[in-house]
């Protein structure tokens, strides 16, 4: 498993002459590192005295960044995992009509999926930068340049799953298909963009 | 060594209620991963026939690209250790007058160095946003999206170190050495986002 790997062997399979892991797996450990400096915040302000009238939102806050973490790490070796399907499926023999039309049939539904699981992380990353931009607003100002990490950190994740999704997207033959997801990224990319002002804007007041 | 921890050993520190690692660390991971994939791309380039063209500057990329990830996975320990001695710094005993006096040019010192080192960072970063802009434009158009992600992973490592710079000078009392270092973030910020903005253009076109 990659997330078993350590930081210099992850870095050296990245850099590697191999298509997987890539710009996916990627995505999900900036949202997964974003997600884990937001918790830190949160833990650094449930821990002061000065901050109290926090707690109950900071812990609240600490609880659905550990869901959200948990999600993107699992997300870095299944979105390597579901790119490997895709190149398995391209694989396939080809001869017969009958196995052309198998082989389709299994390269456009690994590219679903493949297209499906950035999509999930760009969710996830776009909810882990809100929760980032409401932690610098609240938590140990301290940590304010912790907070604002976690956010731009949380904002390129979210970027570069979309990257993902569209890339995939380029491949798919089902077009209302094509035409949802195209939906889900314009909802998820126009929300984050509004959410990212608010942390800069924040950012540059406290730092 | 950070490096050497295992991705989900080196998530559960960041998380952990402990200033360090922070921040800073991160700014330098989300860099070198933003490193390793340009060389990816690269890789990706020059193994194929169809971008012979291009072979060239690729490997020339590369070769340059290597350099700054190998800084950027050193800074990933130095900068928690740079941390470290700010917070070793402010535990000096400070009883007697001579105690408060050196004390407080150690804290100094550390804080210099603390605010210097994410500076370099940011300079990489920058770099490598210029280079995975450079492999976008000019690599494998099947890693698009890879070269993508990379800009935008340098992008929000640079601006992840710089908050780490400013929340740093806040202590500083020297004040040339603030001016001096306020002068440099400016400069790395304003060149990086006419880098960025370059590649947010290139992304949308070609992804």
Redesign the interface.
């Known amino acids: 498993m990659?997330?078993?790997?350590?930081?210099?062997e992850?870095?050296?399979e990245?850099?590697?002459?191999s298509?997987a892991p890539?710009?996916g797996s990627?995505?999900a450990?900036?949202g997964?590192?974003g997600?884990?400096?937001a918790?830190?915040v949160g833990?650094?302000t449930t821990?002061s005295e000065k901050y109290v009238a926090a707690h109950g939102q900071a812990s609240q806050l600490v609880t659905e960044l550990e869901e959200k973490?948990a999600s993107l790490?699992r997300y870095?070796d299944e979105d390597t995992e579901a790119f490997t399907q895709v190149m398995k499926a391209y694989k396939l023999p080809k001869n017969t009509d009958e196995e052309k039309a198998l082989r389709s049939q299994t390269i456009q539904q690994a590219m679903q999926c493949a297209a499906q699981l950035p999509m999930k992380v760009a969710v996830i990353c776009m909810e882990v930068l809100q929760m980032s931009g409401e932690m610098l607003e609240i938590g140990n100002v301290?940590?304010?340049?912790?907070a604002?990490?976690?956010g731009?950190?949380a904002?390129?994740a979210m970027?570069?799953a979309i990257?993902?999704v569209?890339?995939n997207l380029g491949s798919i033959k089902d077009q209302n298909f094509v035409a949802e997801m195209t939906k889900q990224v314009a909802t998820v990319v126009d929300r984050s963009e509004e959410l990212f002002i608010q942390l800069v804007h924040k950012?540059n007041e406290k730092?």
């Open positions: 990659l997330i078993d790997k350590k930081l210099n992850f870095l050296a990245l850099k590697s002459d298509p890539g710009g990627a995505a450990l900036a997964a590192i997600a884990a400096l918790i830190m833990n650094l821990s973490l790490e870095v301290n940590a304010a340049s912790d604002a990490v976690a731009r950190m904002h390129a970027w570069s990257y993902n569209k890339i950012a730092i």
